[in-house]
């Protein structure tokens, strides 16, 4: 099938230069697991986890027929005033995956709602406890939550705030970005250690500033992940935990890309050791097959709300918010049998294990090439580091991708990074061809 059978004329492709794509279309019409198949027959590795959701492979056979047996039994359901019997058991199967008291969910359809969600119930929480002056909010420099109007404003991502910036909420503050590219340019498989600490200007400079008392939460990425897999530095969200803690601040970590085995473990926050007050979710939770995302938080917060409204009629609603899609039957039948495939098969396991091979054949096959300045690996993901060219940022990122997918393999361009993110089912042969066609992408690029 060639790409003229497409007629592109109508859709918008999101995050994507439509211009240049028109001259070149990448058009995907099947898949299975670790390739795509192209529209003119060509197969391609997803070096990326086709953006970091599909961590159990393409065309999963459980997850295919957990949907189809939904389809047949129950397709849609509200979630306003009823529920449906696979939005309670996938509740359970995910809290029970999360650490501390992490017990209540609530569903959503992406991590961008999930992030707008965490930020909504953080004031509705410090309002049911008598504090609704706390309504100053923490990110972080290149952090992303996503896109919607809260999550870019505690997001940082630079392209977002300058064409969004006056509709941004006020009353936000970042801390500042963690990457030294001169002391920890290259890092595989630990945490970089600083010889300051990063997380002081939070209580040294930006606490003063707002006030303890009028901040509502912290919001970070256990990993930077869409900025370009960055890496915190040892000890950095413990010390975001116990800053909170001291000044009764909430700690939300967006975990949709770190979040369910990317790091080898359930989350981020086991990797790390760290439990905070809400953890945002999405991306894998379906293998990336149906739309789910969600937030789940400790019960300290449901508590709250609920002893909040304890004096109010039967019929008031205690947190006004939720989507038309909130809890559908068929993506939680879908993230029922993803999780079930995740423990059945222990990819969590073998996404640590598979991180190591990543790490090393990165290191070894693209330290020293053309341009490289950095390289960065940790769990099952990694990403180089390019220089720029001078007056187009970003470019020779685009180009490398550009000419990745021409000979069979997909990565992503991330500013002036590629991030390799496979799926968990990811060989070692299919690591050892993402690499070597990258390295030789870069150097013909130099």
Known sequence: MAYQDFNMEHQWLPFTPNRSFKKDPRVFVAADGMHFTTHDGRQVIDGISSLWCVGAGHNRKPINEAIKRQLDTLDYATAFQASNDQAFKAAEMIAGMAPGDLNKVLFCNSGSEAADTSLKLALAYHRARGEGHRNVFIGREKGYHGVGFGG?????????????????????????????????????????????????????????LHDPSNVAAVIVEPVSGSAGWYLPPKGYLKRLREICDKHGILLIFDEVITGFGRMGSNFGADYYGVVPDMLNFAKCVTNGVIPLGGVICSDRIYDAMMNANAS???HAVEFFHGYTYSGHP?????????????????LFERAGQMGKVLGDAMHSGLKGLPNVIGIRSLGLAGAVELSSVAGAPGKRAYDIFMDCF?????????????????????????????????????RKNA
């Open 406 to 442: 021409h000979h069979g393999v997909l990565v992503r361009p991330a500013a002036d990074n590629i991030v390799i993110c496979p799926p968990y089912i990811v060989e070692k042969e299919h690591i050892e061809r993402i690499v070597n066609v990258l390295a030789d992408s870069i």
């Open 330 to 346: 068929v993506a939680c039948a879908a993230a029922i049998a993803t999780l079930d495939l995740f423990k059945q098969d222990q």
């Open 312 to 314: 109010s009629p039967d």
């Open 152 to 208: 870019m404003s505690v997001g940082g991502i630079p392209a977002n705030r300058k064409a969004f910036g006056a509709a941004l909420l006020p009353r936000v503050d970042h801390l500042r970005f963690i990457h030294d590219p001169v002391n920890h340019a290259y890092i595989n498989g630990v945490e970089p250690e600083w010889s300051e600490d990063l997380a002081a200007e939070l209580e040294n400079r930006i606490l003063p």
